[in-house]
C-alpha cells in the first residue's frame, strides 16, 4: 500500500500542482490519522474476537448444553458439587427441552431442565408408557439421567423427572441441534422466551411461523421487482415513464382501496372473537391511514411534476450513458451486500460468543449455570460500535468507489475511447490513498446513529411504562432531529466522497469545496438533481405497493390463524430495502455527475482553449 505519507504523479514532468477542480496528477494520502485510528479501533475488536473465542464457550453455543453443565455431542468435564456433570455425551447430539410448551424465564434462567438426548420425538407422546416405548425404541432417554427407563412408570414422582405430557413432536434445528417443537402455538412460545420477550413477541413469532412460505414467496417477489425496476431504469424511454407513473397511481391507490375495504370487512365481521383478529383490525386501521397519507403527499407531487416527464428521460438516459461506460457498476450492491451479510453473521458469532461466556456455578437441585464475567458489558458496547462504524464504512466503500468511477469516466476527453476497467481503478485509488477519508466520512455517521439509537430505547421504554409525557415528547423530538443530521450528513459524505475522488483532498476539504461549488449553482441543479432522486423513489415505492398488494390478499386467506400485520409490516420494509440497495447505484451515479458537471461548469467555458468534458446532453441542463 502506498499510504503513510507517499505521494503519487500520474504527469510525464513529476512535478506537483495546485489543487484544481479536475482530477489531479497529484493524489496523496489523505485522512491518515482516521484511517490508523480505525486501525486501533478494529485491533480492540480483534481482541474481543479472540477473548470470546477463548473464554466464549463457543462449544456450548454451537452445540448447546442441558442444565447440569454437560455440552451435547462432546466429552465432559465434571462440575464439582453438581453430580449429573461430567457425563460422555458424545451420542447424545440433541437439546431436549423438558418443557418445550410452557417455557418461563425466572432470574434469568430457563424454568425448563434441558437434557441432551440421542434424538428429537418426532410424534407427540401423550403418557409416559409412550414416552417410556419411545427410550426403549429409540435409545433417546427424555427423563433425567440418573432414572432408568425401566422406571419412567414405576415410581411416584416420576411425572417431576420426566417430561411435560403431552411431549409435542419436534425436529432438530439444523447446526444448532435444538429440538424444536412443531406446533406452531408451541413453536411461537418457545422462540419467544428463548430471545427472552415472551410477551411481544409471542404472537408475532406464531404469525411468521404460520406463514413462512407466503413471507418467503413475498420477500422473492420483492427481489424479483427489484431487478425488474432496475433493468426498467437501465433502459428508460417516454412511454415506459408514462407506463411507470400509471402504475405507481393504480398501486398506491389500489393499496390503499384494498386496505380500507379490508378494515371494513373487518369491523362488519360479528364473528371476530379471536385476539388475532382484533389485532389484525387495529394494525389495519394504522396501515390504511398512513397509506392514504402518503398516497395523497405523492400523488400531489407526481400531479405537481407532470410536466417534467421529459426531463425525467434525459436524467435517467445520462444516468445510463454514464453507467454503459462501466456496466457493472450495477453489481455493485451485490458484492457489498455479500460483505456486510458476512460481517454480520461474524459480529453475531462474537456477540453470541461474549453471551455464553461465564464460570460455572452450582445451584439447587445440582444444576449449573454460567455466571457473565465482569467487563462484559463493556465489551458489548464496543462490539455495538464497530458493528455500526463498520458497516458504515463498508457502505462509504461502495459509494467512493461508484463516485470514483464516475469521475474518470466523465473526466475523460476521448468519448470513444472510455478508461480501462475504471472500477479497478477506483478501487485501488480507495484502498491506497483515500481510506482515511472513507472511514472520518462513517465515523460521522456513527456518532449520529449511536445517540439517535439510545434515544430510541429511551423513548421505547418511557412509552412502556405510560409515564413521562414530556420527556417522552423530548425523546422524540431529539430522535427527529438527530435523523435530519444523518439525512444531511449522508448527502454531505456523498459529495465529499466526490469530490476526493477528483481532487484528492482529505474529507474536511472536499466537503467544504463541494458545498462551495454546489451554493453557488444551486439554481442549475438543485431542482433537477431532486427530480431525479425523486422518479428513484418512485421506483421503490412501486417495488413495495405490489409486494403489500400480493401479501394482503396472501395474508387475508389465513386471518385467523396468525396475526399477519406486522409480517406484512416487516416484508414491506424488507421490500423497500432490496428496492433500495439496486436502485442506489442510479442515486450515486446522479449525485456524482452533476457534482462533476458543477465542476465542469466551474472550471471551463466550452472554448477551444477549455473545453466541456460534459456530453452534448448534458448540455440541455445548463441554463
Not at 426403549?136 to 422406571?151: A, E, K, R
Not at 430505547?457 to 444523518?486: H, I, M, P
Not at 453557488?520 to 427530480?531: A, E
Request: aromatic share 14%; glycine share 6%; with cysteine.
Amino acid at each position: 500500500m502506498q499510504c503513510l505519507g507517499a505521494e503519487h504523479l500520474d504527469s510525464a514532468e513529476r512535478i506537483p500542482t495546485q489543487r484544481q477542480w479536475r482530477p489531479q496528477i497529484y493524489r496523496k494520502c489523505t485522512d491518515t490519522a482516521w484511517l490508523f485510528l480505525f486501525f486501533l479501533f478494529w485491533t480492540g475488536l480483534a481482541f474481543i474476537m479472540g477473548y470470546s473465542v477463548a473464554a466464549g464457550a463457543t462449544g456450548r453455543l454451537l452445540f448447546g448444553y442441558d442444565s447440569f453443565g454437560n455440552v451435547c455431542g462432546k466429552k465432559n468435564s465434571p462440575v464439582e458439587g453438581a453430580p449429573l456433570s461430567g457425563q460422555d455425551m458424545t451420542q447424545k447430539k440433541h437439546v431436549f427441552f423438558m418443557n418445550s410448551c410452557n417455557l418461563e424465564v425466572k432470574d434469568v434462567r430457563l424454568s425448563s431442565t434441558v437434557l441432551c438426548v440421542s434424538s428429537c420425538p418426532e410424534e407427540q407422546l401423550d403418557t409416559l408408557e409412550e414416552v417410556q416405548l419411545f427410550a426403549n425404541t429409540s435409545g433417546s432417554f427424555l427423563c433425567v439421567y440418573n432414572l432408568n427407563s425401566f422406571n419412567y412408570t414405576q415410581i411416584p414422582n416420576a411425572d417431576l423427572l420426566c417430561p411435560r405430557l403431552p411431549v409435542p413432536p419436534s425436529k432438530s434445528f439444523p447446526l444448532f441441534n435444538r429440538c424444536i417443537p412443531q406446533t406452531p402455538e408451541c413453536y411461537s412460545l418457545f422462540a419467544s422466551v428463548l430471545i427472552n420477550d415472551v410477551d411481544s413477541l409471542h404472537r408475532i413469532l406464531s404469525g411468521i411461523m404460520s406463514g413462512r412460505d407466503t413471507v418467503l414467496g413475498l420477500c422473492i417477489l420483492a427481489f424479483a421487482l427489484s431487478l425488474a425496476m432496475m433493468f426498467t431504469f437501465r433502459f428508460i424511454t417516454t412511454l415506459l415513464v408514462h407506463i411507470f407513473i400509471a402504475l405507481i397511481v393504480l398501486g398506491l391507490l389500489f393499496v390503499c382501496g384494498v386496505l380500507w375495504w379490508l378494515y371494513y370487512d373487518y369491523t362488519n365481521d360479528l364473528s371476530i372473537e379471536l385476539d388475532t383478529e382484533r389485532e389484525n383490525m387495529k394494525c389495519l386501521l394504522g396501515f390504511a391511514i398512513v397509506s392514504t397519507v402518503i398516497t395523497a403527499v405523492l400523488l400531489i407531487l407526481i400531479y405537481v411534476l407532470r410536466k417534467r416527464i421529459k426531463l425525467a428521460v434525459e436524467l435517467l438516459q445520462v444516468t445510463n450513458k454514464a453507467i454503459s461506460s462501466s456496466p457493472f457498476l450495477l453489481l455493485q450492491p451485490l458484492w457489498t451486500f455479500a460483505i456486510l451479510i458476512f460481517f454480520w453473521v461474524l459480529w453475531v458469532a462474537v456477540l453470541l460468543s461474549l453471551g455464553t461466556a461465564g464460570a460455572a456455578q452450582v445451584i439447587e437441585g445440582g444444576q449449573v449455570e454460567y455466571k457473565p464475567l465482569s467487563g462484559i458489558r463493556y465489551m458489548w458496547w464496543y462490539h455495538l460500535i464497530g458493528l455500526i462504524w463498520t458497516s458504515e464504512f463498508i457502505l462509504a466503500c461502495q459509494q467512493m468507489t461508484v463516485a470514483g468511477t464516475v469521475v474518470t469516466c466523465y473526466f475523460n476527453r476521448n468519448k470513444s475511447d472510455p478508461p480501462d476497467r475504471p472500477i479497478l481503478s477506483s478501487l485501488s485509488i480507495l484502498f491506497c490513498y483515500h481510506q482515511g477519508t472513507v472511514v472520518k466520512g462513517s465515523f460521522l455517521i456513527t456518532v449520529v446513529r449511536i445517540p439517535r439509537a439510545v434515544l430510541m430505547y429511551v423513548y421505547n421504554t418511557l412509552k412502556e411504562k405510560q409515564d413521562g409525557a414530556l420527556s417522552r415528547c423530548v425523546s422524540q423530538c431529539c430522535c427527529c432531529c438527530f435523523w435530519c443530521l444523518d439525512k444531511g450528513l449522508r448527502h454531505l459524505n456523498q459529495n465529499a466522497y466526490t469530490t476526493t475522488a477528483i481532487n484528492g483532498t482529505d474529507f474536511c476539504t472536499s466537503a467544504k469545496d463541494a458545498l462551495t461549488l454546489l451554493s453557488k449553482n444551486s439554481s442549475h441543479f438543485t431542482s433537477v438533481n431532486c427530480f431525479g432522486d425523486f422518479i428513484i423513489f418512485l421506483g421503490k415505492v412501486l417495488v413495495v405497493c405490489f409486494t403489500v398488494f400480493g401479501g394482503l390478499m396472501a395474508f387475508n386467506y389465513h386471518r385467523v390463524l396468525q396475526v399477519w400485520a406486522i409480517p406484512l409490516l416487516l416484508v414491506a420494509f424488507f421490500a423497500y430495502l432490496v428496492a433500495h440497495s439496486f436502485l442506489s447505484v442510479f442515486e450515486t451515479v446522479l449525485d456524482a455527475l452533476f457534482l462533476c458537471f458543477a465542476v465542469d461548469l466551474e472550471t471551463n467555458d466550452g472554448s477551444s482553449e477549455k473545453p466541456y468534458f460534459m456530453d452534448q446532453e448534458f448540455l440541455s441542463f445548463h441554463s
